[in-house]
């Protein structure tokens, strides 16, 4: 079919009938960088349909019905791959050499658990999306490699526990998405590795106490969302924000909500104020 085609660069097949992708499928685009297939009924994809386009770089999979995905068949200059919106409950990286990999998007599929090999050979990831899966715990080897990631989305997922040093590795993280979970505790070191960290998105749990040490190493955050928590004890909030936000630094800082009703925290003109509302 494209076996003339040798100058395509782009190619867009979505919102199609597609079940299946063959082996040599697509022989003959040896230019080709962008494949879009979108939307399709796509099951399966056999090992050598995509291997050998040798340029590909973006790679767009969502919203297809596929439940597993050998991701070390895809050619090595693969920078991207969206894989949202399937069925995805497994993935094959064994021996996987995508050096070139900085994006992957698994959100919306039915991801319960991470095999501690899935990530641990890209090195040069920059975005991992596992949003809207079904994740119950974080091991702390399952990122163990991620050292140069920099965003991180676990939000509507299941997670009730994670492991102290899951995110140690993650020296250069500036997003952590942890919204919308079951975590009811948060490890004191759980963080201790983050400095480079701007925003960390803790809403939507079932927290309620917080150790006055668990930000401690946060210097760089200016964006805490614990919106609609089950926090009750405050008494030590005050110490617990002036470890991570110095006043010299606040300009530097937007906003830290809360979401217990009865209290609003911000800062003002270089002042750490704790509003006792009526509301």
């Avoid at 070390?72 to 949202?84: A, F, H, T, Y």
């Avoid at 698994?106 to 999306?129: G, V």
């Avoid at 942890?178 to 070191?189: A, E, M, Q, V």
């Avoid at 960390?200 to 805490?224: A, C, M, Q, T």
């Amino acid at each position: 079919l494209f076996e003339n085609q040798n100058k395509l660069v782009r190619l867009e097949l979505n919102y199609n009938n597609i079940e299946y992708l063959l082996n040599g499928a697509f022989i003959g685009l040896i230019n080709l960088e962008y494949l879009e297939m979108k939307s399709n009924k796509l099951r399966y994809i056999e090992p050598f349909s995509i291997r050998y386009l040798t340029r590909l770089k973006s790679f767009h999979l969502e919203k297809n019905s596929l439940s597993e995905f050998d991701l070390k068949s895809m050619p090595r200059q693969l920078n991207e791959i969206d894989l949202s919106f399937n069925q995805i409950k497994k993935i094959s990286t064994f021996k996987l050499q995508l050096n070139k990999l900085v994006k992957i998007k698994l959100s919306y599929n039915n991801l319960k658990t991470i095999e501690n090999d899935w990530f641990n050979t890209l090195f040069n990831l920059r975005d991992l999306n596992l949003d809207n899966n079904y994740l119950g715990f974080l091991k702390k080897d399952y990122f163990s490699n991620l050292f140069g990631l920099y965003y991180l989305d676990l939000s509507f997922n299941q997670i009730s526990s994670i492991q102290m040093d899951t995110f140690m590795s993650m020296t250069k993280l500036l997003e952590l998405d942890l919204s919308s979970n079951c975590l009811f505790f948060l490890n004191r070191n759980l963080f201790r590795n983050l400095e480079n960290l701007r925003s960390l998105k803790l809403n939507d749990n079932r927290i309620k106490h917080l150790n006055s040490f668990v930000f401690e190493n946060l210097k760089s955050l200016s964006f805490l969302n614990m919106s609609n928590n089950l926090l009750q004890n405050f008494t030590k909030l005050k110490d617990l924000l002036l470890k991570i936000l110095p006043l010299e630094d606040t300009e530097k800082i937007h906003k830290y909500r809360f979401g217990n009703p009865a209290f609003r925290i911000w800062l003002d003109e270089a002042k750490l104020a704790i509003h006792q509302s009526i509301e």
